[in-house]
């Protein structure tokens, strides 16, 4: 079984330039997590779909990121414009998406982004 | 105020030695618990989950809960050198939507 994809693995851009990230979850997976990993913290949800429904982005900054999952698939992440503090591993992970608490996270490579 | 607290380490064992790593969290109704490997460079992935009072045990790790106190922990037993990662504990509240909160993970050094 194939696991969750990202694309690109690595990304150096400049500030105030922008940002997009690909994922592919697991087939069948219907919940999609955006993640930001800054080096030595532990992961920090962005965003959660549910399908093509977003279920929780309280902690998107919603001014410069923004995300999309059409046709409940493939996943977009998107930083405009980035700032020096958005360098961090982007983390996109998968789940069934079953009901209750047995949903189990599978984490794809992640992209590293670096803001020069 | 965290939700999700862990001793960020490093935690230096020998091998063959049993590491202890310890997870509190903040949020009473909290009703799933994951304990993940991190090597450095790489994604997290599933160790062990536990979703009920007590241990449970796989293979070499064992995981504990005790709700009562908030905490969780993950026992590795005969540890190897290549058990050296972040371990990562991650906590689903209720409240419909099961948000996964990570802690920020603890760095465990198994040496020869």
Redesign the interface.
């Known amino acids: 079984e194939a696991g969750v994809a990202q694309s690109p693995r690595y990304k150096i851009i400049e500030k105030r330039q922008s940002v997009a990230f690909w994922c592919n979850p697991i087939s069948g997976h219907a919940t999609l ?1 955006w ?1 930001q990993q800054i080096l ?6 962005l965003i ?1 779909f549910q399908n093509n429904g977003v ?2 982005d309280s902690q998107l900054p919603k001014d410069r990121f923004s995300a999309e999952r059409l046709k409940g698939v493939d996943s977009t992440l998107k930083i405009q414009p980035a700032k020096l503090e958005d360098s961090a591993v982007y ?1 996109c992970a998968s789940s069934l998406g079953l009901a209750g ?10 992209t590293r982004l670096t803001v020069l | 105020q965290k939700e999700v607290e862990q001793n960020s380490g490093p935690l230096s064992v020998p091998e063959g030695a049993i590491a202890s790593l310890n997870c509190t969290y903040s949020d009473r109704v909290s009703q799933s618990f994951f304990w993940y490997r991190q090597y450095s460079g790489k994604s997290p992935e599933l160790i062990m989950s536990i979703y009920s009072n007590g241990d449970k045990e796989d293979g070499r790790f064992t995981a504990q809960l005790n709700k009562a106190s908030q905490y969780v922990s993950l026992l590795i037993r005969d540890s190897q050198p290549s058990d050296s990662a972040t371990y990562l504990c991650a906590v689903k509240r209720t409240g419909g939507s099961y948000i996964p909160t990570f802690g920020r993970g603890t760095s465990l050094i198994v040496h020869p």
Not at chain 1, 40 to 45: E, N, S, T, V
Not at chain 1, 101 to 110: E, I, K, L, M, V
């Open positions: 997590y993640y030595g913290q532990g992961p920090k949800l959660q279920v929780d983390l608490r047995t949903d189990t996270q599978y984490f794809g490579p992640g």
